[in-house]
């Protein structure tokens, strides 16, 4: 197996990592107290292809390989895990755009996301679901012309400042589940459509809330995929994301690591370096080495894809572990750095507050260790 990047991934990983340390690392805990996403700063990383870089020059984007575009959101998530965020929204919801949008919908669209000129969110989790995503309640009924919608979106990211959302709603029976759900791209200022933000933990610039639609009116030409097929079809595009989330997680961890080994260094007690300790450097030895093994996993999802070979156990993998090793890892970094970790002073408790949430959005480590195990199970019958 070879591990070289080719040149031009060499280039776009080192024009990411420069545009990431210059332009976007310094306003990281700024944009968090903002409690929004920089849209100018948005437009500049759409110029450069940083978003959706995988989609067709057709649609603005650069026609990399999906283990490129893993290695585009590992370069901008060290700097600010929530700016890169948009980067896995672009990625997961052009690909839907792509494959069950009309020409037209596509069209409009995907250069716009692209260019950093619109967001793209995902509407699917439900106040009574939660892991239960196949147990819709909003509502999508038949009228002339489209589809009226009514019902709550919950826990949705970017939930006030995404432009378009992908909404997953019921036009089956009741007790059709995943059978019964299709899948319909909503412009946010429609009437009858509003959100409301939640206060949580991190992953403040992004923001999650709910939607709520009241006989928001959907034409017939934004239904994406087939009228009742939405939950088998567009959710294919997932084991993609899982990938990135893995490496976007990863990346705090990554550039964590890369701050405490230089404290360590610098950082004098009873008369030397804090690093002559085995106490102090051993758990960092430990996480660079975990860090190195979670990375490959996902390098190694995003190549199966890339190479149309099936991935969903590995994506399932990078969605449970690399979270919840990347809270670890940053934890251990606070620890290191002492009582100024737990301040402000440094970004680690807001690195810390944003990483845990994908332990539970996208996917709960319990259902993706479920997807495993029914994979596994499925390979010895």
């Known amino acids: 197996?070879?591990?070289?990047?080719?040149?031009?991934?060499?280039?776009?990983?080192?024009?990411?990592?420069?545009?990431?340390?210059?332009?976007?690392a310094p306003g990281y805990q700024a944009r968090e107290k903002a409690a929004g996403l920089d849209r100018?700063?948005?437009?500049?990383?759409?110029?450069?292809?940083?978003?959706?870089?995988?989609?067709?020059?057709?649609?603005?984007?650069?026609?990399?390989?999906?283990?490129?575009?893993?290695?585009?959101?590992?370069?901008?998530?060290?700097?600010?895990?929530?700016?890169?965020?948009?980067?896995?929204?672009?990625?997961?919801?052009?690909?839907?755009?792509?494959?069950?949008?009309?020409?037209?919908?596509?069209?409009?669209?995907?250069?716009?996301?692209?260019?950093?000129?619109?967001?793209?969110?995902?509407?699917?989790?439900?106040?009574?679901?939660?892991?239960?995503?196949?147990?819709?309640?909003?509502?999508?009924?038949?009228?002339?012309?489209?589809?009226?919608?009514?019902?709550?979106?919950?826990s949705i990211s970017a939930v006030d400042q995404a432009d378009i959302m992908i909404v997953f709603a019921r036009t089956g029976e009741k007790d059709s589940r995943a059978k019964g759900v299709s899948a319909f791209l909503v412009e946010m200022n429609s009437k009858g459509v509003t959100s409301a933000r939640y206060e949580g933990m991190g992953q403040h610039a992004v923001g999650h809330g709910s939607i709520f639609f009241e006989d928001a009116f959907v034409p017939d030409a934004h239904r994406l995929g087939d009228e009742n097929k939405a939950f088998t079809q567009v959710m294919e595009?997932?084991?993609?994301?899982?990938?990135?989330?893995?490496?976007?997680?990863?990346?705090?961890?990554?550039?964590?690591?890369?701050e405490s080994w230089k404290y360590a260094s610098e950082r004098e007690a009873f008369g030397a370096p804090i690093s002559v300790n085995q106490g102090v450097t051993f758990p960092l030895a430990e996480a660079e080495t975990m860090l190195e093994a979670a990375r490959l996993l996902c390098y190694k999802t995003?190549?199966?894809?890339?190479?149309?070979?099936?991935?969903?156990?590995?994506?399932?993998?990078?969605?449970?572990?690399?979270?919840?090793?990347?809270?670890?890892?940053?934890?251990?970094?606070?620890?290191?750095?002492?009582?100024?970790?737990?301040?402000?002073?440094?970004?680690?408790?807001?690195?810390?507050?944003?990483?845990l949430g994908l332990q539970i959005g996208d996917g709960t480590a319990n259902i993706m260790k479920m997807i495993i195990a029914r994979q596994k199970l499925g390979e010895v019958q």
């Open 1 to 24: 197996m070879n591990f070289e990047l080719s040149p031009d991934q060499k280039a776009m990983i080192a024009a990411a990592e420069q545009f990431a340390m210059d332009k976007i």
């Open 40 to 154: 100018v700063l948005l437009k500049e990383m759409g110029q450069l292809g940083f978003i959706a870089p995988e989609q067709s020059e057709a649609f603005g984007g650069s026609e990399v390989s999906y283990l490129t575009s893993g290695l585009i959101m590992e370069a901008l998530s060290g700097a600010d895990f929530n700016m890169a965020y948009v980067q896995l929204l672009g990625s997961l919801n052009t690909q839907i755009l792509v494959r069950y949008a009309s020409t037209a919908l596509a069209e409009k669209w995907i250069p716009k996301i692209c260019r950093g000129e619109a967001v793209l969110g995902v509407a699917l989790t439900e106040p009574g679901g939660g892991s239960d995503a196949a147990n819709l309640q909003l509502r999508a009924t038949k009228v002339e012309g489209g589809y009226i919608l009514n019902g709550e979106k919950a």
């Open 237 to 258: 595009g997932f084991d993609f994301s899982r990938a990135l989330i893995g490496l976007q997680c990863l990346a705090v961890a990554r550039q964590s690591l890369k």
């Open 302 to 355: 995003l190549w199966l894809k890339d190479n149309n070979q099936p991935h969903t156990t590995e994506a399932a993998m990078c969605k449970w572990w690399p979270p919840k090793l990347a809270f670890e890892i940053v934890h251990q970094c606070l620890l290191t750095h002492g009582f100024g970790g737990y301040t402000s002073d440094y970004p680690f408790e807001q690195r810390l507050r944003d990483v």
